[in-house]
């Protein structure tokens, strides 16, 4: 299935109003652990239950990718060739949370012994609370039936495998666009294409004919799967038009830094 790709899910299969949530997780919906082959680390998922109902939560494991389109996949656990999902033991698969309290899910990741493991692994935890009963409201007189909703957050988990892996960066479809009034922007694609995961920090710098810096824009962004881009747009104020060079930095946390050179018009 694909979605839109963000750290908290939240899908609203439809609702006739503003709804509440049922529930939210306090804890981090991204989880990285650096591990040894054949070491284990646990962790641990707080879920709130805001309400004045029971509510009743599901954790199931997927595996999790994105795509610098904005899409997202969450597909069966163990489908990827980089998924941690069998590495993971949860403490329990459902739980049930009283009104106005909170609950903390376990879960254990025992990374194997195989001398090929390098780099980064990943998975999702999907925390699913249960649907709710459709409502029936009046309306001009009429009994409706409303449209419930069902609230899902996936936790991302990732095993760095010590410090292997490769860190290597691609930068893809590059455009430029020049408004009316004057302020240009600069949007990229950036995959990671390496063994390891990381968080680039970018930046762009844009030089006119004569090599004098006329703008630049930094950004760090978050968690980077090998596999996976990212879509990146800088803003880069007013530029009178014509045609500069523009170079694009990623700083993988290596000692070196990933540069790309090329040609923009206004």
Known sequence: MRRSAQLLVLWMLAAAGPASAQISVLSNTVEEHGAALGESYSGRIVISNPTT?????????????????????FDAAGSSSRSNASWISLQAPQVTLPPSSTASVAYTVVVPGIDSLRGTYWSAIMVEAAPRA?????????????????????????????????????????????????????????????????????????????????????QSRGLLFPGTSLHQHFDLGKLAPGAYKAVVYADTGEDSVYASQFKVVF
């Not at 109902?53 to 996949?73: H, I, K, M, P, W």
């Open 53 to 73: 109902e029971a509510q009743t939560v599901r954790l199931y494991q997927t595996d999790y990718g994105f795509s610098a389109n904005g899409s997202s996949t």
């Open 134 to 218: 459709p409502a029936t409201v009046e309306a001009n007189g009429k009994s409706q039936l409303a449209i419930g909703t069902v609230v899902r957050y996936a936790i991302q988990v990732a095993t760095h495998i010590g410090g292997s892996g490769t860190r290597a960066v691609r930068f893809l479809s590059t455009s430029a666009a020049h408004s009316p009034e004057g302020a240009a922007a600069i949007d990229l694609d950036v995959q990671d294409v390496g063994e390891r995961g990381y968080r680039p920090v970018l930046w762009i710098e844009v030089y006119d004919a004569n090599g004098a810096l006329k703008a630049n824009a930094k």
